[in-house]
């Protein structure tokens, strides 16, 4: 009978001992896991100026009911927040309103209200038209809006625009893409040469 009580103290010590033991296993395997995932439990992020989240280089195509392309925006890193708005580095807008050319334009930054009907350029905006046949049309601005739905581009600020016959200034201008018509509304300026 003695060997009975003593295998029964055995008993609630093995199973204690195997108690501690799978403990020691999952606190091992949790701290494990936390060192394979780099640390990153517990650890919070913060994004660029507080945006939701933000993506390096990202490429963004438009296209019409047709399928056909409007726009293609590539740019250096743009930041989405909550709202639905967009801020943009050195964003770059190539548009395609014909199959005759097209334009493109490119600015330090660019933001893209809620919505997304229109983007904003800011600091040294320049735009150039590659249509075929002619030399290209350049425009240079400090801010400009792109309203892609309807070809439209629109600015309040100092306007310069060449092409190989012209050139314009002025202030405030309002430019159909499809069209390629610019008309500046204040101060206009323009020299002949050939």
């Not at 799978?22 to 992020?45: K, P, Q």
């Not at 280089?57 to 056909?68: D, E, H, W």
């Not at 964003?91 to 919505?115: A, E, V």
Request: glycine residues 8%; contains cysteine; proline residues 5%.
């Amino acid at each position: 009978m003695a060997d009975r009580g003593h295998g029964a103290c055995l008993k609630p010590r093995l199973n204690l001992a195997l108690i501690v033991i799978a403990c020691l296993g999952l606190a091992l395997a949790i701290y494990s896991t936390r060192e394979l995932l780099g640390g990153y439990s517990g650890v919070s992020f913060s994004t660029p100026e507080n945006s939701h989240y933000y993506v390096d280089k990202p490429v963004t195509y438009k296209f019409n009911k047709q399928g056909r392309l409007v726009y293609k925006l590539v740019a250096k890193r743009s930041l989405y927040f909550r709202s639905g708005a967009v801020r943009i580095t050195q964003p770059k807008l190539h548009y395609y309103p014909s199959k005759r050319g097209h334009w493109r334009f490119q600015s330090q930054r660019g933001y893209i209200p809620p919505g997304h009907k229109r983007i904003r350029l800011n600091d040294h905006v320049s735009a150039v038209n590659h249509k075929k046949g002619t030399g290209p049309t350049r425009i240079h601005t400090s801010q400009a809006w792109v309203f892609p739905n309807k070809h439209l581009v629109t600015s309040k600020k100092h306007v310069n625009a060449r092409n190989p016959t012209r050139r314009l200034t002025g202030r405030g201008m309002r430019l159909n893409i499809q069209t390629n018509h610019l008309k500046v509304f204040n101060n206009a300026h323009v020299n002949y040469h050939h």
